[in-house]
């Protein structure tokens, strides 16, 4: 059982950057990929990011690459999503997500824990 908890968002002006991060809890976090999912009002869930078990690698959506950076650090159990020139369509409710598989998170696979969200609103 992994729990996750999400921290950091909070109301930015459009060009501006946050960093949420998602603690995880128990002694098995560095067994799983981590993701950060977005849902806007009235849309589905997307996939943003994801980094494999080491960190070594990583992956993102078309709407954020260039602008996010997904990390994480194992001795923390903590994973961070670093978000630059923020627009007003990345406002969303931003969700980390443990997953035992790391492709195919962009391409519906459903990841194993999600935490409760935290809420990001970019305004002009």
């Known amino acids: 059982q992994v729990q996750l908890v999400e921290s950091g968002g909070g109301l930015v002006q459009a060009g501006g950057s946050l960093r949420p991060s998602c603690a995880a809890s128990?002694?098995?976090?560095?067994?799983?990929?981590m993701g950060w999912f977005r849902q806007a009002p009235g849309k589905e869930r997307e996939f943003v990011a994801a980094?494999?078990?080491?960190?070594?690698?990583?992956y993102y959506s078309d709407s954020v690459k260039g602008r996010f950076t997904i990390s994480r650090d194992n001795a923390k159990n903590t994973v961070y999503l670093e978000m630059n020139s923020l627009k007003r369509e990345d406002t969303a409710v931003y969700y980390c997500?443990?997953?035992?598989?790391?492709?195919?998170?962009?391409?519906?696979?459903?990841?194993?824990?999600w935490g409760q969200g935290t809420q990001v609103t970019v305004s002009s």
């Open positions: 980094i494999s078990w080491s960190g070594g690698s990583a």
């Open positions: 997500a443990a997953s035992r598989a790391y492709y195919g998170l962009d391409h519906k696979r459903r990841p194993d824990y």
């Open positions: 128990g002694r098995t976090f560095s067994s799983y990929a």
